[in-house]
């Protein structure tokens, strides 16, 4: 039974891939939108300034099931990634960030957080529901797009879909 179970979400897994990239292949090789957001600390992130890295942006908010799930093994996954990769969760919650940083305090988040709060970044990048999140390449360039909650941290996607297809240099955690 848990050989069948683990079937199955691995085919659910690669239909949602194959899925979006559907949505990715149209997306792909398309110049992402550019961006200014303020993170926690009241910088302002460029996404121009991170040209030459691989940039991870995941979409969520305080109030999404889905995102607080996911939220545990993009922490993961972000610690485990190679120096020329950035991972950004980008905030659609209108909490103010006092609550935003008991939030992820209480979840252990540590990667960089911005804020979305009216949704304008996410409307740029075509986000339809949440999580969501989009791999941008070193030139600036969207390569895919995930809808839906990943296990940042299962081999199985880290192997078919970060390690082979992307980057080469990212061992499974």
């Not at 996954?77 to 940083?101: N, W």
Request: charged letters at 20%; aromatic letters at 10%.
């Amino acid at each position: 039974m848990k050989r069948c179970l683990r079937h199955v979400v691995i085919l659910a897994v690669s239909f949602a891939f194959w899925s979006v990239s559907g949505s990715g292949a149209m997306a792909a090789m398309k110049i992402a939108p550019d961006f200014r957001l303020h993170d926690l600390s009241g910088n302002v992130v460029h996404l121009e300034q991170l040209r030459g890295r691989w940039v991870l942006l995941n979409f969520w908010a305080t109030w999404c099931s889905p995102c607080r799930k996911e939220m545990p093994s993009l922490e993961t996954f972000s610690k485990h990634l190679p120096g020329k990769f950035t991972v950004l969760g980008i905030s659609e919650s209108l909490s103010g960030d006092s609550d935003l940083r008991t939030f992820l305090s209480q979840r252990h988040v540590t990667y960089r957080i911005l804020k979305d709060p009216f949704g304008t970044v996410a409307d740029n990048y075509g986000v339809k529901g949440l999580p969501d999140s989009v791999l941008i390449d070193p030139e600036g360039r969207i390569r895919w797009v995930i809808e839906g909650a990943v296990d940042w941290t299962d081999p199985v996607f880290q192997r078919n879909y970060i390690h082979n297809l992307i980057l080469k240099s990212v061992k499974p955690i």
